[in-house]
């Protein structure tokens, strides 16, 4: 987990919701949902987010913490591998295909 992140799972930094520019649709593009655990906060949101938007092919990327669900469009098929690790370098753990 997250070291901004207290135990009764509020924020103990200030970062503020994490904005993503909507992309221009691609015509091979795939949406992929996947469960993270661990995410509990607005900070949680802004570092999957930025991990997971620097990998190359990817679109759009969209955080649900309180569903514990990030959906990830890329131009063509998901490297999950890739996805995960950028997850886990975010300080979270993907848990699998939603």
């Known amino acids: 987990m997250s070291s901004c992140c207290t ?3 509020s924020c103990s ?3 503020g919701e994490a904005t993503t520019a909507t992309a221009t649709a691609v ?3 795939t949406t992929t949902v996947y469960a ?3 995410m509990t906060c ?3 949101k802004t570092a999957i ?3 997971v938007s620097a990998l190359d092919g990817v679109i759009d990327v969209d ?3 309180a569903g514990g669900l990030v959906t990830v469009t890329t131009g063509g098929a998901p490297d999950d591998t890739a996805i995960s690790a950028a997850v886990d370098d975010a300080g979270y753990e993907l ?3 939603a």
Do not use: K
Request: with cysteine.
């Open 7 to 9: 135990p009764d799972g």
């Open 27 to 29: 015509a091979d593009s």
């Open 13 to 15: 930094t200030n970062a």
């Open 36 to 38: 993270v655990s661990g």
């Open 42 to 44: 607005g900070h949680c």
């Open 49 to 51: 987010t930025t991990s």
């Open 63 to 65: 955080v649900d913490v």
């Open 95 to 97: 848990t699998g295909r």
